[in-house]
Nanobody
Framework: QVQLVEFGGGLVQAGDSLRLSCAVS????????MGWFRQAPGEERVFVAS????????DYTASVKGRFTISRDNAKNTVDLQMNSLRPEDTAVYYC????????????WGQGIQVTVSS
């Protein structure tokens, strides 16, 4: 059973930075594609960023490019999301997710963590 737990959310002001971390249980973490998603109030959950296990290929949604950085530590089974220059529209519940490969859906999800950016 794979479990994901997010850490690091909170309330910040516009322009501030915040770092989210996700700890993942399981012995095959290095093979997982890891992603971050977010869901704002009244909206659907959307993709934010991902990083593959094999090649370390990284993708971002357009609205966070240049501000957010995803990284992973396969020795510690963690994936982080460094968020800089935060905006009020970044306010959402952020979810960490894992997929077994590029060809699998995100099967494992964390419980979510709140990030609130005040103007």
């Amino acid at each position: 059973q794979v479990q994901l737990v997010e850490f690091g959310g909170g309330l910040v002001q516009a322009g501030d930075s915040l770092r989210l971390s996700c700890a993942v249980s399981g012995r095959t973490f290095s093979r997982y594609v890891m992603g971050w998603f977010r869901q704002a109030p009244g909206e659907e959950r959307v993709f934010v960023a991902s990083i593959t296990g094999s090649t370390g290929r990284i993708d971002y949604t357009a609205s966070v490019k240049g501000r957010f950085t995803i990284s992973r530590d396969n020795a510690k089974n963690t994936v982080d999301l460094q968020m800089n220059s935060l905006r009020p529209e970044d306010t959402a519940v952020y979810y960490c997710a894992a997929a077994e490969s590029d060809y699998h859906p995100y099967t494992y999800w964390g419980q979510g963590i709140q990030v609130t950016v005040s103007s």
